[in-house]
């Protein structure tokens, strides 16, 4: 269950090309300008920074060859999860990666061509309540929890139908649609399905769609994985410069222990999502799959958490401000931790999966 | 409700305990604002004046103060039964520097003349303070603090600058520690000193928060003339009071008010959330509402102190820590409970009263203000404990 990272030397020259190439997108500086200029602004996000992130061929990072996608592994999707996670970048490929996906399977060419290119954002409104991994279950239900949902084109819908779970298409425009901000500067939309100006493009993902739930699950913990790396690395250089009582900070062995257990939080997430990421890609199936999968994000989400409050906690005041950046790595945890299931889910959703301890 | 007789001010603290949470629900009842229950931040002058002034009128603005000086006198716990009570009605905080923190320092080392002049003026409302200690390279150290008084014939000329002054931007009076002295030892060359906002030369810089809030503020001081009469206590003497004055800030801070009203809020999520009989939940939510009476019992015992005449300890610093930290814990049980609504910005949909992600945020900077917890475990360690260092 607990694979190691790939040690086949392409792999590894493959995930090492996927984190060189995104920073064209979450500059390596740490440069956070555009994020803070797209916040609390119009979708959230910038369409010609998506269109980008197709180019690149990132939202079909994971969709096989044959139906225009890379064809890479979760070792792939994870690395670049990461880095756009550290840069804190808002353009939500988790998502898109979701929809794009779920078309792929559904063998919806057109509209998944477009979704893989970048210029249409379609999420999939799978959601019907906080907390869940559950697929919906009523066709009109609202659909919670979409985010960035002011730039979508259109949403899948699955919905439970007969013995398995079909999948509609429903353009954005004219959809009853609510938007919420979040602490990120992003926003949640809730959608009321209609499915009567909606077009049915699969009789069943019931199949897939769990599956691609954990990916994004996965996903999720990487990029959480790659936010509190990032903001522990910003709190490092602080505790390093900043003095008070004609001393560096970071001589006080109060916060030198402080930063030592952050940075064990920090290691155990990496060999976390890092292992699940090589069992996924090793052809874990199952419970097997399940549990990885639970393991990286129980242990991602709570360390995302223990990690961006610790570090502002070790600011002091200037870390409780706007301007100063370790601010913005809690409060986009805050809005991340939670999806695709939270701790205490995937606790429960673990030890169903892997019941014993392994021997 | 309405049976209730609200007796006046001086009759409150003879009261029975139980008759006197009564009294308190008839009195929030009668007069609290319906429109100010659960702000979803921190309300600023303009907002949270009407009920200063409600209280002002009635007399019941200063619970802790003497009542020969205008306060309620009430015992510990019929202090901690008020803020019971007015968390359980939501109540906003007041800009409330003058009452918690420079009413009870010029009472205890004021003039005769300042407390006449400025006691009535908190009572009334007139005087709204805000305090000046900490500055961008003096925190945690904050005897490193370089703003200075310069005596001028009658006067002080003061130079130098603030940061972190919470709602600088809605007081018209600010306390300062200065420097006095720049040849003594850095404890012994601090004075206290009372500045009027409106003097010529003070600019106040309102700085948002993580919660995207204009709650602190930077402000400057140019050549600011301050009457040497606004000095308190002894020149050069102001540490020794700044440091009891922390300990009102301490035991302000530890009172069971923020962990409290975060507990209501997790309550009211898990019902939503339709967890309340989940037994994971219920072992969290008791060992939480456990640490909240234990940390009543303990606040209970520091403010006898007080009532008894005895000033604070170090050992305040306990209240403050744990009080704080319980205030995180609550609000990161309702973080785990409430899934993605804890990424929202505004307070959940359907329920007004419930902002997650703003309680969350709110309790950061608990651990960091009245003294970081780290100074405060230092405190602890050193003064309390007896620990060599
Ligand atoms: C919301 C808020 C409101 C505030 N309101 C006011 C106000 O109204 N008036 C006012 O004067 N000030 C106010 N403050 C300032 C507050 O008192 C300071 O932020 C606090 O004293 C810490 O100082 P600092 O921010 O400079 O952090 P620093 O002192 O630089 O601390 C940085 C980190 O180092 C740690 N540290 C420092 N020294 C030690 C040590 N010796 N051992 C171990 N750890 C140490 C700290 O705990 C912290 O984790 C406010 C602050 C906040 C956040």
Known sequence: ?359 | MDAIRIPPPAELDGLDDEHFRQVVRAFLHAHYPEHLRNPPKRLHWSENKEWYHILAREGWLCPGWPREHGGLGLSPVKQIILSEEYERHGVARTNDHGIVMLGPLVIQFGTEAQKRHFLPKILTGEHVWCQGYSEPNAGSDLAALRTEAVPDGDHYVVNGQKIWTTLAMDANWIFLLVRTDREAKKQEGISFLLVDMATPGITVRPIINLEMHDEFCEVFFDNVRVPRENLVGQLNRGWDMAKALLGFERIFIGAPRQSAYALSRLKLLAERMGVSDDPAFRDSYARLRLELEDLKALFGTHVAKLRRGESLGPDVSMLKVIQTELFQKITDTMLDIGGENGGLLEPMEGNRDLNIGGLYIQARPATIYGGSNEIQRNILSKNVLGLPG
């Open chain 1, 1 to 359: 269950m607990s694979a190691a990272a790939p040690d086949d030397a392409d792999r590894l020259e493959s995930i090492r090309m996927i984190r060189d190439s995104a920073a064209a997108v979450a500059p390596p500086g740490g440069d956070l300008r555009r994020v803070r200029d797209l916040r609390f602004t119009g979708p959230g996000y910038d369409p010609a920074v998506l269109r980008g992130i197709g180019e690149l061929g990132w939202i079909g990072l994971r969709v096989p060859e044959e139906a225009g996608g890379a064809g890479l592994g979760m070792g792939e999707m994870c690395a670049l999860a990461e880095q756009l996670g550290a840069g804190l970048v808002p353009e939500p490929l988790i998502h898109a990666a979701l929809s794009a996906a779920l078309l792929a399977a559904a063998g919806e060419r057109a509209l998944l061509a477009r979704v893989l290119s970048g210029d249409a954002l379609v999420l999939t409104a799978w959601q019907e309540r906080a907390d869940t991994l559950d697929a919906p279950a009523s066709p009109d239900g609202a659909r919670r929890f979409l985010p960035m949902a002011g730039g979508a084109e259109a949403f899948l819908v699955p919905v439970r139908e007969g013995g398995g779970i079909a999948l509609y298409a429903q353009p954005a425009a004219g959809a009853d649609l609510v938007l919420e901000r979040t602490q990120d500067g992003g926003s949640f939309g809730t959608l009321r399905p209609a499915l009567s100006g909606a077009t049915r493009i699969a009789d069943d993902v019931g199949a897939v769609l769990p599956g691609l739930l954990d990916d994004a699950a996965l996903a999720t913990a990487a990029t959480l994985l790659g936010g509190m790396e990032r903001a522990f690395a910003m709190t490092l250089d602080y505790l390093k410069t900043r003095q008070q009582f004609g001393k560096i900070i970071g001589t006080f062995q109060a916060l030198q222990h402080r930063a030592a257990d952050l940075a064990m939080q920090i290691a155990l997430t990496r060999a976390s999502v890092e292992s699940a990421a090589a069992a996924l890609d090793a052809g874990a199936a199952g419970d097997a799959r399940r549990a990885a999968v639970s393991r990286a994000k129980v242990r991602a989400t709570e360390a995302s958490m223990l990690v961006t409050r610790g570090c502002i906690q070790l600011h002091g005041g200037i870390g409780y401000t706007d301007q100063y950046d370790v601010g913005l790595y809690l409060r986009k945890a805050m809005v991340v931790s939670g999806q695709f299931g939270g701790a205490a889910l995937h606790r429960r959703r673990f030890m169903a999966a892997a019941p014993e301890v392994d021997e």
